[in-house]
């Protein structure tokens, strides 16, 4: 059984600040790794897709993979309160991707 | 817009009624994801198609539902005998084949209601 683990929250910040949202996995034959945002009644928006351990920046936003702990994380900097939302982590090795549950992140001004 | 399109948004139906729906994906995204959401999960994999072959079918899906993917492009999910436990937000996703591009979209959903 693949999982993907995401604390639930909500996570709440004060705009402008980090905000830091992480993501476990079980399946150690991972491959891609997938950030989305999800505002309520609305679809998943692909945020960030990442494959190799390190870093990856786009605009505000950083994720972070770590194979051998198999961890993931999103950076959100200056965070604004447009940004509140539900964050949903993916993972894939088999072209299946599993989510976790998704964490809420409340920005508040 | 991510370029993939789902028909109906919304749909009511009364508990025993079939559904069908609709998506399009991205014209060259071979592969075509079905999911399922509740409130406070994330989505949840029904099936996916690579081109017009139906490569993997979750385990959790009941008979009630077929899916289906003629020649490559649309696919539609169908959903026959609808129960109150069907309410749910079906989502469909369309992916680039490419591990080093490897992209996957959301299409708007479809709301389901079953009374």
């Known amino acids: 059984q693949k999982e993907v683990e995401q604390n639930s929250g909500p996570l709440s910040v004060p705009e402008g600040a980090i905000a830091s949202l992480n993501c476990t996995y079980s399946?150690?034959?991972?491959?891609?790794f997938f950030w989305y945002r999800q505002y309520s009644g609305k679809s998943p928006e692909l945020i960030m897709s990442?494959?190799?351990?390190g870093d990856k920046e786009d605009g505000r936003f950083t994720a972070q993979l770590n194979k051998a702990s198999q961890y993931v994380s999103l950076l959100i900097r200056d965070s604004q309160p447009s940004d509140s939302a539900t964050y949903l982590c993916?993972?894939?090795?088999?072209?299946?991707?599993?989510f976790g549950r998704g964490t809420s992140l409340i920005v508040h001004p | 817009d991510t370029g993939v399109s789902q028909d109906p948004r919304h749909k009511i139906t009364k508990r025993g009624q079939n559904v069908t729906f609709r998506c399009d994906p991205i014209?060259?995204?071979?592969?075509l994801y079905w999911y399922r959401q509740t409130l406070g999960q994330g989505p949840e994999f029904l099936t996916y198609?690579?081109?017009?072959?139906?490569?993997?079918k979750s385990r959790l899906l009941s008979d009630r539902f077929s899916a289906e993917r003629p020649k490559g492009s649309f696919s539609t999910l169908e959903i026959q005998r609808t129960e109150q436990g069907d309410s749910a937000m079906y989502l469909c996703?369309?992916?680039?084949?490419?591990?080093?591009?490897?992209?996957?979209?959301f299409g708007p959903g479809t709301r389901l209601t079953v009374l």
């Open positions: 990442i494959y190799s351990n």
């Open positions: 014209s060259e995204h071979n592969r």
């Open positions: 198609f690579q081109n017009e072959a139906q490569l993997e």
């Open positions: 996703a369309s992916r680039s084949e490419e591990r080093t591009a490897d992209t996957q979209y």
């Open positions: 399946d150690r034959v991972s491959q891609s």
């Open positions: 993916a993972v894939d090795g088999s072209y299946i991707p599993t």
